[in-house]
């Protein structure tokens, strides 16, 4: 019997560039190629309303089978939003803001080439921080991000806070150029896969699969099929060499089926 498979897709990085809009190219491939072949999903970090800046607004309802904003605590089917859980039901609201409070005191004592605005984001069910600051400019996140390769900023902001919390029982993911997230422990983005439902195979595709980046978990996860990509091209060829596997498979399982019938 031929497989029922979905392909979900991290957004920064895999789809789009960092934090920039879908390209025309790229999700014509995917609505007029893809999803003649599977469903759709998406998985991002970020909240619901930068995914519909990057993915066509009010229209990712129509596009995405599943769409997944915070790693899944904000869900939705067919456009239809599942139940969710917050981070301070979690940890408790004095535990909370000791994390805020620290981190704000930690960035203050930073000295970065420069710094922007919104240092610490508060979303459903994570801490998002920017020792930059999400204010920055699309010239400034790269020129922080090469800084942050040379001087590992983020790395050691994580080290600081597992340092200050060690019974705190938190996950600390660096994704994307200039922040990483901060949420309890098993809500990485395999939080979205109690949601999707009735597939045989989870295809998933994301750039920061490597330990400690925000795909690592998924793209690990016994429940998925793993594909490392490094931009929304790769992941157009990865697609193609998925696409000509299954139709193989299909082409394979007819043949036995008729073999078997004759």
């Known amino acids: 019997m031929t497989k029922k498979i979905i392909c979900l897709f991290d957004v920064d990085g895999t789809l789009t560039d960092p934090r920039?809009?879908?390209?025309?190219?790229?999700?014509?491939?995917?609505l007029g190629t893809v999803k003649k072949e599977f469903d759709l999903a998406v998985v991002g970090g970020s909240d619901l309303n930068k995914i519909k800046e990057q993915l066509g607004g009010r229209s990712i309802f129509e596009k995405y089978k599943y769409i997944f904003a915070e790693n899944g605590l904000i869900a939705f089917r067919d456009s239809k939003q599942l139940p969710t859980e917050t981070i301070q039901s979690v940890i408790g609201e004095e535990a909370l803001q000791d994390l805020i409070?620290?981190?704000?005191?930690?960035?203050?004592?930073?000295?970065?080439?420069?710094?922007?605005?919104t240092f610490v984001e508060f979303r459903t069910g994570m801490l998002n921080v920017s020792?930059?600051?999400?204010?920055?400019?699309?010239?400034?996140?790269?020129?922080?991000?090469?800084?942050?390769?040379?001087?590992?900023?983020r790395q050691k902001f994580i080290q600081a806070l597992k340092k200050e919390f060690p019974n705190l029982a938190l996950t600390y993911s660096i994704g994307g150029q200039i922040s990483f997230d901060i949420f309890p422990i098993g809500w990485d983005k395999t939080y979205c896969l109690r949601h999707i439902q009735g597939y045989d195979e989870i295809h998933f595709f994301g750039d920061k699969t490597a330990e400690g980046g925000n795909?690592?978990?998924?793209?690990?996860?016994?429940?998925?099929?793993?594909?490392?990509?490094?931009?929304?091209?790769?992941?157009?060829?990865?697609?193609?060499i998925l696409i000509a596997l299954i139709k193989e498979r299909r082409e394979r399982e007819k043949l036995e089926t008729s073999m078997q019938c004759a």
């Open 131 to 153: 020792p930059v600051g999400r204010n920055c400019t699309q010239k400034e996140r790269i020129q922080f991000y090469e800084y942050d390769l040379e001087n590992q900023i």
């Open 101 to 117: 409070n620290f981190c704000l005191k930690y960035i203050s004592e930073l000295h970065l080439p420069f710094k922007r605005g």
């Open 215 to 240: 795909d690592h978990e998924i793209y690990e996860s016994d429940l998925t099929v793993g594909h490392r990509v490094t931009c929304p091209g790769d992941t157009i060829k990865e697609l193609n």
């Open 20 to 30: 920039q809009v879908i390209k025309p190219s790229v999700e014509k491939f995917l």
